[in-house]
């Protein structure tokens, strides 16, 4: 077994590559983070995250797990800021109400320019970290029999044909959804990999407004989901320096407005309320910024029957998620935790091949939820097998029962917060309480809801019981 671990290298120092660099800063005596953007001192947003005005929202089973990599950081948002929301601060509406929520579970309420800023601060203080920045990697070194990746070949972004080459004993890649590693592999003489994809046609519209602490009666976070048949949707989210952050949804070609009177309007259209009540009556403090998503992506490494070793891909670079279902963060720190469980069992020895295969449950399970609620709507063209159906007509269940039940309500937010896997939704417990309608009581054992710190640690049935 080859356990030599002297340096590893990361493309990529957005929030994948940071959080896999906080894993990798344990088991390495040297990691160096390479992006081609000059990475900012403050939060600021930069080319390489061209989605960063628009909603980030890093999700429970996020927290919870970035707490594992980075202990604190939870404090260092909100010393920087952020917002950090209870559940009862939610206002989630899907399946024709609001769920009842009443858990401890939290979110955190930041722009992608905090959130990134606040974990790149935390990852630059780790020993042994190097940030290379303002530098792209052109593509790698390998042994003569190509069987084992030994570095990156770089070229400046500011100095025409300035290159350097960094010797790595581990590669990966996290640059997102441009990765280069199919052609990189290919012309290697491996077989790139297929890729998945689930035609959506999302676009975003999004502003800033300002905020006060009596709108919406104290509520702090607004999900307006895109029901079955229509394509609008939105979220809002208390964010740093007393703002609102407002993401108007379109699927299907639809393409919210960017002009005020038009995105008040829009926001209008949606079949609850809350978000015009916001844009209504706030006032705006930013230009309209829009982005399109036209496509889920998942770029099948786990069905390669080779890759060279010392290399592994992860993050978007695998697999890119729906913005609005706030996956991608928590999927790349899930495989970021995942990647040093890798190095700690097998050292360096089929690390890519590994990893993969460690991280294909949450991914599994991200894509299956984003994409089966998506595929919900009629117009969108996609696999519908008896599966799914069966998913779909147990939902139309449960969903009504979480709008007045808080257990049954607490264990959807646990799925979509990605604490619990989906089968967790079909636990004996919840399944009783789904089938009698919400009306069984409660046990006089049973636990009570624990107080926000130990929902940070995970409880029983956290991140420990996921696999």
Same mark, same amino acid.
Request: hydrophobic residues 40%; glycine residues 10%; proline residues 7%.
């Given at each position: ?19 896999? $660099? ?6 390495? /005596? ?10 900012? /001192? ?28 980075? #202990? ?39 722009? @992608?320019?905090? *959130? ?7 990852? @630059? ?12 990697? @052109? ?14 070949? &770089? ?10 080459? =960094? ?9 997102? @959804? ?29 502003? =800033?407004?300002?905020?006060? /602490? ?63 009540? *916001? ?57 970021? *935790? ?16 590994? =990893? ?38 147990? &939902?139309?269940?449960? &969903? ?10 607490? $264990? ?9 896997? #989906?089968?967790? =939704?079909?636990? #004996? ?18 636990? #009570? ?19």
């Amino acid at each position: 077994m080859t356990t030599h671990r002297s340096h590893a290298v990361v493309l990529g120092a957005s929030m994948a590559g940071l959080v896999h $660099a906080a894993a990798l800063a344990e088991r390495f /005596d040297r990691v160096t983070l390479v992006d081609r953007d000059v990475l900012p /001192d403050q939060p600021d947003r930069r080319r390489g995250v061209p989605q960063d005005r628009h909603i980030h929202l890093l999700v429970p089973g996020g927290v919870v797990r970035l707490e594992q990599l980075l #202990p604190g950081v939870t404090e260092d948002f909100a010393a920087r800021g952020a917002h950090i929301i209870a559940a009862p601060e939610w206002r989630f509406y899907m399946g024709g109400d609001r769920l009842n929520l009443t858990d401890a579970l939290r979110v955190v309420g930041a722009t @992608r320019p905090l *959130i990134e800023s606040v974990v790149r601060d935390r990852v @630059r203080a780790l020993s042994g970290v190097e940030f290379v920045d303002g530098w792209s990697a @052109r593509n790698l070194t390998t042994t003569d029999d190509r069987t084992r990746v030994t570095g990156v070949r &770089l070229r400046s972004e500011a100095v025409t044909d300035e290159t350097r080459t =960094l010797s790595a004993d581990l590669v990966v890649d996290t640059t997102g @959804r441009g990765s280069p590693s199919p052609r990189w592999l290919a012309d290697l003489g491996y077989r790139p990999p297929n890729e998945d994809r689930l035609m959506v046609g999302v676009h975003y519209t999004t502003r =800033l407004f300002r905020r006060t /602490d009596g709108d919406l009666g104290g509520c702090r976070n607004v999900v307006v989901d895109i029901p079955p048949g229509s394509r609008r949707g939105g979220v809002a989210l208390a964010i740093e320096d007393g703002r609102w952050l407002v993401t108007l949804m379109g699927m299907l070609g639809e393409r919210p407005p960017t002009d005020i009177t038009g995105f008040t309007d829009y926001a209008g259209s949606l079949w609850v309320n809350d978000l015009h009540e *916001i844009v209504r009556d706030a006032e705006p403090v930013s230009d309209a910024f829009t982005m399109a998503f036209p496509a889920f992506s998942w770029h099948r490494y786990d069905r390669l029957r080779r890759l060279p070793e010392g290399y592994a891909v992860s993050g978007d670079a695998v697999c890119s998620f729906d913005p609005r279902f706030g996956q991608g963060m928590t999927v790349a720190i899930t495989e970021a *935790i995942e990647l040093g469980r890798v190095v700690d069992r097998h050292g360096n020895q089929q690390v890519g091949k590994r =990893l993969l295969a460690a991280a294909r449950p949450v991914v599994r399970d991200a894509w299956d939820l984003a994409t089966g609620s998506d595929l919900a709507n009629p117009d969108v063209d996609g696999p519908r097998p008896l599966p799914w159906r069966l998913t779909q007509t147990y &939902l139309q269940r449960l &969903l009504p029962v979480a709008h007045h039940d808080p257990e049954v309500a607490a $264990a959807v937010i646990r799925t979509i917060g990605m604490l619990d896997r #989906p089968q967790r =939704l079909m636990h #004996p417990r919840t399944l009783r309480r789904v089938l009698a309608g919400g009306r069984v009581r409660r046990e006089r054992d049973e636990v #009570p809801t624990p107080p926000a710190g130990d929902a940070v640690a995970g409880g029983p049935e956290g991140v420990g019981a996921e696999r």
